[in-house]
């Protein structure tokens, strides 16, 4: 079994910051991908960041600067820092982690349970 907790989400004025954790746990023999999603309310899903074993980063054009993707791969865990966070970045926060399972062939997308992330204006 794996499991994905995620932690950080919270409430915070425009223009202030938080930073997201998502730590795996479980029978995991590695990590490849990692990234951070969002869902606002009647949107879909959308990629914030995502971030390569290697520390090859991408992210969003609506948090490019704002944003930084980093990870600790000898704890399993994701960070999403945010900064100068506006009313618009308000959503659920998804961690998504593609994991090879230890004596289990393949690598599979797991899912954290979602945090809320409230800006107000």
């Known amino acids: 079994q794996v499991q994905l907790v995620e932690s950080g989400g919270g409430l915070v004025q425009a223009g202030g910051s938080l930073r997201l954790s998502c730590a795996a746990s479980?029978?995991?023999?590695?990590?490849?991908?990692m990234g951070w999603y969002r869902q606002a309310p009647g949107k879909q899903r959308e990629l914030v960041a995502a971030?390569?074993?290697?520390?090859?980063?991408n992210y969003a054009d609506s948090v490019k600067g704002r944003f930084t993707i980093s990870r600790d791969n000898a704890k399993n865990t994701v960070y999403l820092q945010m900064n100068k966070l506006k009313f618009e970045d308000t959503a659920v926060y998804y961690c998504?982690?593609?994991?090879?399972?230890?004596?289990?062939?393949?690598?599979?997308?797991?899912w954290g349970q979602g945090t809320q992330v409230t800006v107000s204006s």
């Open positions: 998504k982690n593609s994991i090879v399972r230890v004596a289990v062939p393949g690598e599979y997308d797991y």
């Open positions: 479980g029978s995991i023999f590695s990590i490849n991908n």
């Open positions: 971030i390569t074993r290697g520390g090859s980063t």
